[in-house]
């Protein structure tokens, strides 16, 4: 199997940021992967192969 990404809904705030967002540190705002909640529910996420994400990206740009 290729790589693959977990995909999981977050929603970031911008005033709740201490500083300007910058998409290139994604990961700096969102932190580490976790699967259960504080709650101790699983967080639902998808499976994305990275191939489709690169074909994606691929022909949004030539649109």
Same mark, same amino acid.
């Given at each position: @199997? $290729?790589? +693959? #990404?977990?995909v999981?809904? *977050?929603i970031? %705030?911008?005033?709740e940021?201490n500083?300007? %967002?910058d998409?290139a540190? #994604?990961k700096?705002?969102?932190g580490? /992967?976790?699967?259960t909640?504080?709650? $101790?529910?699983?967080?639902?996420?998808?499976? #994305?192969d @990275?191939?489709?994400i /690169? /074909?994606f +990206?691929?022909?949004?740009r030539? *649109?």
């Amino acid at each position: @199997m $290729g790589e +693959v #990404v977990h995909v999981q809904n *977050s929603i970031l %705030f911008a005033d709740e940021l201490n500083e300007r %967002f910058d998409p290139a540190r #994604v990961k700096h705002y969102l932190g580490e /992967r976790t699967t259960t909640s504080e709650d $101790g529910q699983e967080i639902s996420e998808w499976l #994305v192969d @990275m191939a489709d994400i /690169r /074909r994606f +990206v691929s022909e949004a740009r030539l *649109s």
